[in-house]
């Protein structure tokens, strides 16, 4: 096993963290394959520096309240599925962050990455640092079988992108999170999060240079490219975030397409369920 113990970065971490996360930080143990990483590359000086920084945020600047951890298993796998949006993926680090902070012991979620991110030099080495992988089904497999929490946006990174007048308006989900859980036996449990379509305004997607430069889409906002890379930052809207009841996937919906629908639009809804939870409790004025 790998501790963080002697791994973690002491400067950013011991300023970002108050002593009982860094003592939950360093009871978090890796398996070493031999290389100073587990078997999907996850090093633990990359994902402490992560967590000390995701936990900053996720305490100060977006103030994260959230409910339903008792729906999350505290061992054994799990597919975590909710709605996605913000231009940049904070809402996803705002998620794993509070995961980790509030699971005793800790558990990582693992999130499985649209495969264009790995396109980008040193950003996929950088992810797997962290613990997240390259959205195959064999790496889906890997996680499951080891017992992990993974992570998935069936919306796709496009819904990243979605323009203002959509707000917490679902966009189709893709089916792949369904199958995987009915093949392997195990819950999807259902997330909303509310606060990450405020953090940017969405004007328009700049579909040529997308094409162009192969991504799922380049924003325009109020503040990008106008202000350039520092119009990207987020603003410091509150997030609200809720995980509702597992959801247990009928292995049916392997051979067939019908009830494989009916599972996806019942995970959808709970999804958009979440969600209403987290505007609901946003219009009282937030709990911590």
């Not at 070493?32 to 990359?46: A, K, N, S």
């Not at 103030?63 to 999350?72: E, P, Y």
């Not at 997607?205 to 889409?217: H, V």
Request: aromatic letters at 10%.
């Amino acid at each position: 096993m790998i501790s963080f113990l002697d791994k973690i970065r002491p400067d950013l971490v011991r300023s970002l963290l108050p002593p009982s996360e860094r003592l939950r930080l360093e009871a978090y143990l890796l398996d070493d394959c031999g290389y100073g990483t587990d078997i999907f590359g996850t090093r633990p000086e990359g994902l402490a520096s992560a967590y000390a920084l995701g936990y900053w945020l996720h305490q100060n600047y977006f103030r994260v309240v959230s409910g339903g951890h008792d729906n999350i298993p505290d061992q054994g796998a799990a597919v975590i599925v909710g709605n996605h949006s913000g231009v940049l993926p904070f809402d996803g680090v705002m998620v794993s962050a509070d995961i980790f902070h509030a699971k005793n012991p800790p558990r990582l979620l693992r999130y499985m990455v649209d495969y264009f991110a790995y396109r980008i030099p040193f950003l996929g080495t950088y992810f797997r640092s962290l613990g997240q992988v390259s959205g195959t089904r064999r790496n889906f497999d890997g996680l499951i079988h080891e017992g992990h929490l993974v992570g998935i946006f069936p919306e796709g990174a496009r819904a990243l992108g979605k323009p203002a007048k959509e707000r917490y308006q679902l966009r189709d989900f893709s089916h792949g999170h369904v199958e995987l859980a009915a093949r392997h036996g195990v819950p999807v449990i259902p997330f909303g999060v509310v606060g990450a379509e405020e953090q940017q305004t969405m004007i328009a997607n700049l579909e040529p240079l997308a094409r162009a430069l192969k991504l799922p889409f380049v924003p325009l906002t109020t503040t990008f490219p106008l202000l350039g890379p520092v119009g990207l930052l987020p603003r410091p809207s509150q997030y609200f975030i809720n995980f509702g009841t597992p959801i247990e996937i009928d292995p049916d919906v392997l051979r067939n397409i019908e009830l494989r629908r009916e599972a996806v639009a019942r995970v959808q809804a709970a999804v958009s369920e979440q969600i209403k939870i987290g505007l609901e409790r946003r219009g009282r004025g937030g709990e911590r």
